[in-house]
């Protein structure tokens, strides 16, 4: 029996060093997301640049394009985290490494380069075939 579990799941010790892979992207990505959202939301009134009124007027469309490009990664890096949150919560259910589409576990090198993965490369490149840009959104 213990065999036949050990094929359609990882072992507590495998599940246990993927949880370190995905805590140590997580508290990157955390980090990370405190300086995106520092980026974007710092009006930057009290720094040295507002002494040069020319480098300010060339600067101010930069900043403007610079925050929103900022907001837009700060997006992105949310859904990173709570992928890997939702990763974490698939390790406690012992759930984690199995496909979602076709049952199968995600081979090992996959997961640990994208630790959130939820699809083994088959199922990704199955989907891909079958992806329509029409009904796509933005992302």
Do not use: W
Not at 45 to 69: A, H, R
Not at 109 to 122: F, G, K, Q, W, Y
């Amino acid at each position: 029996m213990k065999q036949n579990e050990e094929k359609n799941r990882y072992s507590d010790k495998e599940l246990e060093e993927f949880k370190q892979i995905i805590l140590d992207k997580l508290a990157k990505a955390k980090a990370d997301l405190d300086s995106l959202r520092e980026a974007y939301t710092n009006n930057g009134e009290n720094d040295i640049n507002d002494t040069s009124p020319t480098f300010k007027v060339l600067e101010e469309g930069y900043q403007v394009l610079s925050k929103e490009e900022n907001a837009r990664l700060a997006s992105r890096q949310q859904k990173f985290i709570a992928s890997l949150e939702a990763a974490l919560v698939r390790i406690e259910n012992k759930t984690y490494g199995i496909c979602r589409e076709t049952g199968k576990l995600i081979d090992k090198e996959r997961l640990r380069v994208v630790p959130h993965a939820t699809l083994s490369i088959d199922a990704k490149k199955e989907q891909k075939k079958n992806y329509n840009p029409a009904v796509s959104e933005e992302n």
